[in-house]
Structures are given as C-alpha cells and as structure tokens.
C-alpha cells in the first residue's frame, strides 16, 4: 500500500487543497489579544462602526460622519490629526471634487524619510457602503497604529497616516496630498491598503517606476506569515489601466509603494452588498498580517536607498514564503532545462526508450487537449449568459456561483485530458512527456522575451525534467517520488486557476481552463503509472454534473444573491420630454411597470446618460410623464470676444439637491478652468466630447471659464443628476425588492436632467 499509486494520487489531492488553504491566516476571535497585538476583532469594530451607511463623496451626513469618526479615533490615540481640503481635479478622469484628506505623524527618531500608512475612507456612489472598499483598510490601519504605539517605542523613521478621500472618484485626495502638502516630500515609501471584492487572500503588488530589486528584498526581510505575490501579477498589473492612490504618488511624485488588496467575491465590489457582514474575516486578518511585521521592519530601515535599475523575479511558495531571483538568471535557467531537456532526449534515443514515432504521436494527445479547453474556456461565458442572460447584468463579468463554475470547468478540463492520453496509452509516458516540456520551452522563451516576471514558470519545468530522467532509466517508477516531483507545480500554478478569472472575470475562464491543463502535462509523469484513469475522469465528470446542478439550481437570483437592476428618470429640457430608461438587459417586476412600452434605444436616447467605467448605455427607454423638475441656473457672468478668441465665464447653479454635473462640448478650447482649477492643454487637446465631471458636495455651483475661436459656433450640454429617484415626492417608484440591488458603475435611482446652450 505504501507505494499505491491511489495514495499518492490522495497526497497530491490534499497538496492542492493545503495550497489554497495555506494562503491567508485562519480567522479567530481575538478581541481579548494583547493590546500590542493586531486583532481582527478590534479592526472590524472600526469596519462595523464606518459603513453603516454608503458614504460617497457628496452623500451627506454619512461622508462627513466617516470622517469624523477617523478624526476622533486618531485623537483617542494621542495622535494630531490634520486636515488637508479643497477643490480637486482628476484630470485623468476628468472628474472635479472637493475632497477632505485625514493625516497624522508619528515622530521618529531621526530625519531620514518618513513610512506612510495608506488608504481611503470614501464609499464608491451612491449604492456601496464601504466595508471592504475601503474601510477595512482604514481599519487595518488604525488598529495597526493603535498596537504599534501601545508598545511605545519611538520608531527611527517618522510614520505618516494618510486617510484620503474620492479615491473613489478619481484618486482626487491623493492627488491633492501629491501636489500640494508640504509632507509630501519627507516620504520615502508607502504600504497602501485596498480591497476590489470582500473575501480571498490580499495580493500584494507593488507601484515602481524603476526595478524591484531593493524593495522585494526589504519585503523578504520584514517576512510577513502570509505573503501572496509574484512577478507576473506584478508585470501584469504595471500593463493594465488599473489604478489606487498609490499610482498618484509613483507617478507624479516618483514615491514607491506596496499595494495590499484582496479582490475575491467580486460581485460585491462597489455595489450594496459590501456590507460588514459580507466582509470575509480572513481577509482582514491577512492584511493585519501584512502590517505590522511591514510597519515595524521599514518604520526602522533607511527609506532613502530603495529605489534600484534591476529586477528580481519572486514568487510565493508554502513554506518558502517568498522566493526570488535576478532577472540576470533568466536566460540562464532557461538555457540549462534546454540543454537537460536536449541530454535527456540523446539518453532515451541511446537507451531506445524513446523513438521518432512515439514522440511525434505525442504532441497530438497535447494538441488535442488544448485545443478543447480552450474552446471550454473561450465560450464559456458567452454561452452561460446565452443561458442565463440575466448575468449580463452583472457587469463585474463574475456570478455569485462563479467558483463553483470555475471548480466545474477545471475539473472537466483535468478529465478531458485523463480521457484523451488514455487513449494513448500505447504511446510510452517518456515520449508523452517530451511534448509538454518541448512546448513549456518555446512558452518560457516568449514569456522571457515579453514578460519577463513570469520566468519562475520554469521552475516546475524541472521537475518535469527529472520526471523524464525518471521514466528513462525506471520502468516502473515510485508513485510517490513521481508525485513529489510534481508539487512546485500544483503549488506555483494551481492558484491562478482561480486567480485569473477572479480578477479579470469569467470572460476569463480559458485562462482557468488553459492552466488547469498546463498543470495536467506537469503531473503526467505520476499519471503515467496511474491506470485508473477511466475512473477517475468519470469521477471528476460526474462532480463536474454535480456542481454544474448546484450551479444551476442556483443561479437564479433571490435576497442573498440579488440582481442588479436600474431606473433612471430623463428629463429634456430643450424638447420637454421625458423618458424612463433603464441600463438592463434583462428587466425586471420592479422596472418593467416603467417600461411596459419599451423600445430598444436609439443612438440619440443611448447618448443620454453619463460616463460609467464600462461605457454602458441605456438598454430600453420609454415615454415618461412630465414632471416639475427644476433645472440648473446656466448664468453667464462673461461673454467677450479678446482678439481671435471668445471668453466665456458661466455659472451653474443647482435648484435642487444633486449629485452629479456632467459637462459636454462640441469644441475644442484653447483654455479652460473650473472652480478656479485650471485644465492642461494636453487634456483639453485630447477630452473627446466630455469636458468635466463634478462630483457635487453640498449643492455647490460650478463655475466654468472657456475660451475657443470666436469664428466657432459653441455648444454645450449639461446632464445634471441627483440619486434621489426613489424618495423624490414627485415620484412614486417603489422601493426594490429584496431580491435586487442597485446596478454599480452606471447612473442608478437618479433624475437625470438635460440642457443645452448654444452660443454662435
């Protein structure tokens, strides 16, 4: 029994669940921890206490009592809170706001450089509450400070808390912290903590315009529990339009940083369920455990001599923790599998072990396999919302049974391939193997070329290489060494079977698909001697059924999966019309009374709606009652022609309680500025249509200066919306069903107002 093949098949089983498992701390009560110690307990207080109400830029009295919960907290804590306000623009969003940053300085010890502790304390409008974006890393943070001057020991370097605000709009309080508080230069390096979802581990990237070298090193150093990062999450967060805070202050102000942030359970981002009860305890407690052992390690080094030209690769292993290498070990590495893979194919043609034939009929199992879960993978999602086009609506592109699908198309996928090179059995697991590994050279050869912080690809690709020794001079390997040899593997690449469609969204699945088989070719030397595959495919094909029933079963939405849904209410002032519209591709009970008549839109009706991070347009419109909604107040203060040019200065003017003003022009301006602020000719040269957003604080007016060729004919639109659809006295729109939640990243529940001023 001791060398049974269903042994070790057992052993590598529980491998892949103990990978997951050993990737975040296990949660416990701690409220009665020691107080110089991080307690979950203690932050989720704050998390409890911060998002009892979905506090937005502009949203008040929540926004304001946020932040004064904050103030108080750090004063509680003997700290001297300082507050940094004023009117910002995000010029990379378009977006203007008046945001209130919240700081304080722990003095150190010496006048070196200064660690700041970052995140923001702003809810995503109008629907979200917060907890995990971004309380809990408010929370992290002042649970951390408070444990970290309970030891009172004075640190060397001075510590920074930086708690900003309409981060959610556009990284405004960053922004305004970068440009203009004088604490900005005594920063040397920044721990930024985030959340995109409210459960799984907390990856950890970094925000460099250099190489890594020096701060991957401190961060080995400091040896937090529980790190999750690698270099290919961080090559390929540097190439994609994702930003935090921390962008702000790498960009503008060339000032490194660590990002902390768990994004599982994407559904819940930015919407209404990011509630403390859905908030996932472990996540908390991981980013805890990133914290401290960080605060205490660069709270005490010189922060002045971490900037570095090189890269390492890294990558997190179990028991290893984090595992790193210069970049100028790359080409080596991959040189030495290429010519062990080359040695090793001269040994087996010597020992007759492998053949021309055999090698050749090898690849075309492997082609197959890939071929198929890449199809798996590749419509997928197309064909589950074909199914249930309700998901269409959940525009994060991930379900609330989305891990049960992934578990399902991984398992299928690991069955396909158990089916396909069982019907090669014939063909010798030597030469099966030398496909695979032929194929992981060519892949190491681009990533080398391309993507270079995914070269620790190729470490499993030697064990791989000594499974092939293995089948060349044995013809009835060990199981168990056979299994052992293919542990990096389960243990690098299994958490990006998850990884990838978690953080890019279902769309994704053939990533999920791809490398559950990439994993495959690396435990085929153990399934070489494992007979049972039949069984075991059937296995797997009857959990695949199993999860695809509970899937099902489970895909329709109730209270504790809700659907999203929107209504918004249009008011045309120039034409008085009005419509009802709806951002929907599948209407609901509770929006379909608005739109029994409805009508796919026109370009025009599409158009008539505001910016939204995916560039939704209206689904379905529908002719609406007029109702006595007052409009903005356009008052023009200034209208001069200067030489070749026409001066503009105008005032708009909210009537009523708004949210949101959106400007558009269908000129180009030679200059402009807003509330005083004004825009960079590189903006104005490349807006498109839009000029501004202002995200409105207390009914304020905005005040707008243009100035364009006076032989151009000038019009400007104004979309004005407040979210008050569903409490207005004008209206009667019930409340939603339990079974729904507002739509994110679209204009949801609001009156929306349109105007237009022409000047000729």
């Known amino acids: 029994m001791k060398n049974s093949p269903t042994l070790a098949l057992l052993l590598l089983v529980l491998a892949t669940f103990w990978t997951f498992k050993s990737l975040m701390p296990k949660y416990e009560k701690d409220g009665d921890l020691a107080k110089t110690k991080f307690s979950t307990d203690r932050a989720l207080e704050h998390v409890k206490l911060m998002s009892g109400q979905q506090h937005g830029v502009g949203f008040e009295p929540a926004h304001q009592n946020v932040h004064d919960y904050i103030v108080d907290y750090l004063t509680q804590l003997g700290l001297e809170p300082q507050l940094q306000e004023g009117y910002v623009l995000s010029e990379a969003w378009g977006n203007l706001c008046y945001a209130k940053n919240i700081m304080a300085r722990i003095k150190g010890t010496e006048d070196g450089k200064a660690l700041m502790l970052l995140s923001h304390y702003d809810s995503s409008p109008h629907s979200s509450f917060g907890a995990s974006d ?35 709009i556009g990284l405004n309080g960053a922004q305004l912290f970068v440009n203009e508080h004088p604490w900005i230069k005594d920063v040397g390096l920044i721990l930024n903590f985030e959340a995109r979802g409210s459960g799984g581990p907390s990856i950890m990237l970094m925000e460099t315009n250099r190489g ?53 359970d994407h559904f819940d981002y930015h919407t209404s369920l990011d509630t403390f009860d859905r908030l996932n305890k472990e996540s908390l407690s991981h980013q805890g455990s990133y914290l401290m052992p960080l605060l205490y390690h660069f709270s005490g080094v010189d922060l002045t001599n971490l900037k570095s030209l090189n890269d390492i690769v890294y990558f997190s292993i179990p028991l290893f923790n984090v595992v790193t290498y210069p970049f100028d070990w790359i080409w080596g590495l991959l040189i030495l599998a290429t010519i062990t893979f080359s040695i090793l194919i001269v040994i087996g043609f010597r020992k007759k072990v492998l053949t021309l034939k055999g090698i050749l009929l090898g690849f075309i199992p492997m082609l197959i396999v890939l071929i198929l879960t890449g199809l798996y993978g590749y419509f997928f999602w197309d064909g589950l919302t074909w199914w249930y086009p309700g998901f269409k609506d959940m525009l994060h592109g991930f379900t609330y049974v989305g891990h049960t699908y992934i578990t399902a198309l991984s398992l299928v996928s690991l069955a396909t391939c158990l089916l396909i090179y069982r019907e090669f059995q014939k063909v010798s697991t030597p030469n099966l193997l030398v496909a695979p590994i032929f194929l992981w050279l060519i892949l190491c050869t681009i990533l080398n070329l391309y993507l270079k912080g995914a070269n620790f690809f190729l470490v499993p690709l030697f064990g791989l290489l000594v499974g092939l020794l293995v089948w060349i001079n044995q013809k009835q390997p060990n199981p168990h060494l056979l299994a052992f040899l293919a542990l990096p593997a389960i243990a690098i690449f299994t958490p990006f079977i998850k990884m990838f469609p978690v953080g890019l969204g279902l769309k994704m699945m053939i990533a999920a698909t791809l490398m559950t088989t990439f994993t495959f070719f690396f435990v085929l030397p153990f399934f070489g001697i494992f007979k049972r595959k039949r069984a075991l495919a059937a296995v797997l094909l009857l959990v695949f059924f199993i999860l695809n029933l509970y899937a099902h079963l489970n895909s329709y939405f109730s209270e504790s999966m809700p659907k999203p849904s929107s209504l918004v209410y249009v008011y045309d002032n120039d034409n008085q019309k009005a419509e009802w519209a709806t951002y929907d591709n599948v209407l609901t009970d509770w929006n379909s009374q608005f739109l029994q008549n409805k009508m796919g839109t026109e370009e025009g009706d599409a158009k008539k709606t505001i910016t939204s991070k995916y560039g939704s347009r209206f689904r379905y419109v529908a002719e609406a009652p007029l109702k006595q909604i007052k409009t903005p107040d356009l008052l023009i203060e200034q209208d001069t022609i200067i030489g070749e040019y026409r001066k503009l200065n105008l005032c708009v003017k909210p009537n009523r309680n708004v949210n949101r003003l959106e400007v558009y022009s269908n000129q180009n301006f030679s200059k402009a500025r807003v509330n005083g602020i004004e825009f960079s000719e590189d903006y104005l040269n490349n807006m498109g249509q839009r000029l501004l957003t202002h995200q409105i604080s207390n009914n304020a007016a905005t005040e707008i200066e243009l100035q364009w060729s006076k032989d151009e004919v000038l019009e400007l639109g104004f979309y004005e919306s407040s979210n008050d659809l569903l409490e207005h006295s004008l209206f009667t729109v019930p409340n939603r069903p339990k079974d729904q939640i507002p739509m994110p990243f679209v204009l949801n529940d609001a009156i929306l107002v349109t105007k237009t001023l022409t000047f000729e």
Do not use: C, H, W
């Open 212 to 264: 890594n070298q020096k701060l991957i090193t401190e961060f080995v150093k400091a040896n937090p529990e529980y790190p999750v990062a690698n270099s290919l999450v961080y090559s390929i967060y540097k190439m994609l339009p994702n930003d935090t805070d921390l962008t702000v202050f790498r960009r503008d102000a060339d000032i490194e940083g660590f990002n902390f942030a768990f994004i599982d």
């Open 134 to 168: 971004a309380a809990s890393g408010v929370a992290t943070i002042l649970e951390g400070t408070r444990a970290f001057l309970e030891e009172n020991k004075k640190p060397k370097n001075d510590i920074i808390l930086l708690l900003t605000d309409a981060e959610e």
